[in-house]
């Protein structure tokens, strides 16, 4: 922290967390600096201030060594304001390892639109990942140096972007875009890492986005319940990965309009102003991770916003505009089920009877080739899909019954209303199966419009 919070490189993050910390404070003199590094950044090693000699760390219950205000702890009341303390106290006494690991919160998290973004957990394993991955990001950017030209994306600033000074016309410490996305980027990399039996107990995650600036102090919290964070985690292990990797990668793509200045930049600029360079974490947004942080925005889980993100996203759907064309969508069973299980808490024998209702639909289709129970399957309403069904429930007569009472009750008259849901469900189960046996391969006339065939492997689904 000597070494790097007084080196001025840090000085547009730091003033958003400490705005009068003795780090920013170019005009002040050796003897008060060398004082603030003993009491503060090497607080595990001072002797008690005065002031809280006596008293109990508020955070350890241990002694207490230093007293914070706002100058060393974010948010908190300036020097001297009493604010309704108890016994008239203005300030918080800690505990010298407390204070340390407070003021090295900036390194240990990331600046992020202008504040910043820090991820705790309730396992602290992941809280420690986290913290370990975002102090490794601080550290190769210090080690960067800013950008001298003006441009879009910069070589070795693959998960942020530096912050550009319209005032100086020069760049500043870089900042991190789209704050969800990006933790739900990094919790995805990190379960990738990390076999899921590493973080096997449930955990709910909470990002703060903070600034302590005395032009606009604010705080913003969101937080991920431990449903999606198993989610994620499951879905980046290997049977799934391939398939939320195409989930995870799409990205927003940015903009190219902050060419490079020079000579030639405004007739540049008039080319390049409509040119994109795709899209990551830290550079911009994905739909994907913000519509699933948004299912959960009013404190419980959205059944409705979830359903819905799990059609846009995982199973695809008619476009409104054309019947004919199915969304882009990964349309993968295994990754379905698991958000079923997680975060709509879905039953397995539920899933299970979705599954195989399906399977039989893609045998009739595929031995009959029947087009017509396809076609309703995927474009039809609801009401025309249930005449499909009896169709082909009275064409089995003769045999085998395609299905019974008890089962079709199972599957699309279940308490939760989701028929809907339970339609999509079927379709891409169908797609997956009727691909799987070679349908589409056989006969390309059905071949689903505007969509390429799937493949036929989970690894495959890059």
């Known amino acids: 922290m000597t070494e790097h919070y007084y080196s001025g490189k840090l000085n547009s993050y730091l003033t958003c967390v400490f705005m009068n910390a003795s780090f920013v404070q170019p005009n002040e003199g050796p003897e008060k600096r060398d004082a603030f590094r003993r009491q503060y950044l090497s607080a595990h090693r001072a002797t008690a201030d005065p002031a809280v000699r006596g008293m109990r760390c508020v955070f350890s219950g241990g002694d207490a060594t230093s007293p914070l205000v706002r100058t060393h702890l974010p948010l908190f009341s300036g020097e001297g304001v009493m604010n309704f303390r108890p016994d008239g106290c203005t300030f918080v006494p800690a505990a010298g390892p407390f204070v340390t690991a407070l003021m090295f919160l900036p390194m240990a998290s990331r600046k992020s639109e202008g504040r910043l973004l820090a991820v705790h957990a309730d396992d602290p394993r992941l809280t420690l990942s986290f913290a370990q991955r975002y102090l490794e990001d601080n550290k190769r950017l210090l080690a960067l140096p800013l950008p001298s030209g003006k441009a879009a994306v910069h070589p070795g600033y693959e998960r942020e972007q530096p912050a550009w000074d319209a005032n100086k016309k020069a760049y500043k410490f870089a900042n991190v875009s789209g704050p969800r996305s990006f933790i739900m980027s990094d919790l995805t990399a990190m379960a990738a890492e990390a076999y899921a039996d590493d973080f096997d107990r449930p955990a709910t995650l ?24 198993r989610f994620v985690i499951n879905a980046a292990q290997p049977s799934t990965v391939g398939a939320w990797n195409a989930v995870g990668s799409r990205f927003r793509p940015l903009r190219e309009k902050d060419a490079p200045s020079g000579p030639s930049a405004k007739k540049r600029n008039a080319k390049e102003n409509g040119a994109t360079v795709p899209g990551r974490a830290g550079w911009t947004k994905n739909d994907a991770f913000e519509d699933l942080c948004h299912v959960f925005d009013a404190g ?129 189960r169908v797609i997956e199966e009727l691909h799987r046996l070679g349908y589409f391969k056989a006969h390309p006339d059905d071949a689903l419009e505007g969509d390429a065939p799937a493949p036929a492997t989970e690894e495959a689904r890059v």
């Not at 302590?212 to 999606?228: D, I, T, Y």
């Not at 004919?324 to 990754?335: D, G, I, N, T, Y």
Request: net charge positive; proline share 2%; charged share 25%.
């Open 300 to 428: 419980f889980t959205d059944r409705g916003l979830a359903a819905s993100w799990l059609r846009a996203y995982l199973l695809g759907r008619a476009d409104e505009r054309d019947s004919r064309k199915l969304r882009a969508a990964v349309r993968s069973w295994p990754l379905a089920a698991l958000f079923l299980r997680e975060v709509l808490g879905m039953k397995q024998g539920r899933i299970d009877a979705i599954k195989a209702f399906a399977d039989k639909l893609a045998s009739v289709i595929h031995r009959n080739r029947d087009k017509r129970l396809l076609n309703a399957l995927l474009y039809e309403r609801v009401s025309e899909l249930q005449h499909a069904l009896r169709r082909v429930q009275r064409e089995s007569a003769a045999g085998d019954l395609l299905f019974g009472l008890d089962e079709y009750r199972n599957v699309w008259l279940h308490e939760d209303g989701d028929v809907y849901l339970v339609r999509d469900l079927v379709s891409i």
């Open 206 to 229: 909470t990002a703060y986005l903070l600034s302590s600036s005395g032009q606009g102090p604010s705080l913003e919290m969101f937080h991920v319940p431990s449903g999606v964070v």
